[in-house]
C-alpha cells in the first residue's frame, strides 16, 4: 500500500537536509549545474522508498549525486527528441499554408489551413502528455537498475507505467506539483519586492516536490510485478 501522505510528509523530516537541497535551486545561473546535486538527491530518496526506507538520505558522495542528477536530466531530454522532431516535421507545411492563405486572402484555403493547425496541436499534444507520462518510469528503471541503458528498455517501461497504481501516483504528483507551485508562485509574488525570499521560496518549493515525486514514484515502482 502506497503511503501518499507519508511522502507528502518526507521533506520535513529534517529541515537541514531539505534546506540543502533546496539551496541548490537559489541562485540563479549556477543552478543550471546545482540543480543536479537537488535531481540526484531525489533519485537517493526514490531508492530508498524502493526499500521502504523512509527517512531522509544523507548528502554524501556529491560526485554521485552530480552523475546521476546530471543522466536523469539527459534521460528526458533524449525522451523529448521524437516529440521535438515530429513537432518541427509537421508545423512547417502547416505553417507554409497558412502563411499562403493570409498573402493570397483566401478564406477557405486558411479555414483548412486553421482547422490542419488544430489538429495537429492536438496529436502534438498527447505525444507530449504520454512522454512527460512515461519518462519518471524510465527514471525510476536507471535508479532500480543502475545501469543508463535500462532507461530506454521501452517494452518494460510502457509495461510499468500503464498500471493503475502508477497512474494513481502518477495524477497525485500532478496535483500536488500544481498546488504546491500555486502557493509558491502567490508567496513568490506577494514578496518580490524582497528580490531574495522568491528565491528562497521557489528553491524550498522545488526540493520539496523532488523529494515527494520520487519518493512516491519510488514507492509504487516497487509494487509494480
Known amino acids: 500500500m502506497v503511503n501518499f501522505e507519508g511522502a507528502i510528509k518526507r521533506p520535513f523530516q529534517d ?6 537541497g533546496a539551496l541548490m535551486y537559489m541562485i540563479p545561473i549556477l543552478n543550471i ?16 522508498a524502493m526499500k521502504k526506507d523512509y527517512n531522509l538520505p544523507e548528502w554524501a558522495d556529491w560526485g554521485n549525486l552530480l552523475i546521476k542528477g546530471f543522466l536523469c536530466f539527459l534521460i528526458s531530454v533524449i525522451y523529448f527528441i521524437p516529440l521535438a522532431i515530429i513537432t ?3 508545423s512547417g507545411p502547416i505553417l507554409s499554408s497558412s502563411l499562403n492563405a493570409l498573402i493570397s486572402s483566401n478564406p477557405q484555403a486558411l479555414v483548412s489551413a486553421l ?5 495537429t496541436l492536438v496529436a502534438v499534444a498527447l505525444i507530449g502528455l504520454l512522454t512527460i507520462y512515461v519518462v519518471p518510469m524510465a527514471i525510476l528503471l536507471f535508479v532500480d537498475k543502475g545501469n543508463f541503458s535500462d532507461a530506454f528498455k521501452f517494452g518494460m ?11 494513481t501516483a ?4 500532478m496535483i500536488y506539483s500544481f ?3 500555486l502557493v509558491a508562485g502567490f508567496l513568490s509574488t506577494i514578496t518580490t519586492v524582497t528580490v531574495i ?11 520539496i516536490l523532488v523529494i515527494t515525486s520520487m519518493t512516491l514514484f519510488g514507492e509504487v515502482y516497487s509494487e509494480i510485478k
Open 15 to 20: 529541515f537541514k537536509k531539505l534546506g540543502i
Open 33 to 48: 549545474v546545482t540543480g543536479f546535486f537537488s535531481s540526484g538527491y531525489g533519485l537517493e530518496c526514490a531508492k530508498t
Open 88 to 90: 518541427a516535421i509537421i
Open 115 to 119: 482547422g490542419a493547425a488544430g489538429s
Open 157 to 167: 517501461v510502457f509495461k510499468k507505467a500503464f498500471t493503475s497504481k502508477y497512474f
Open 170 to 173: 502518477w495524477i497525485i504528483v
Open 179 to 181: 498546488v504546491v507551485g
Open 197 to 207: 525570499l522568491p528565491l528562497i521560496i521557489m528553491g524550498f518549493a522545488n526540493m
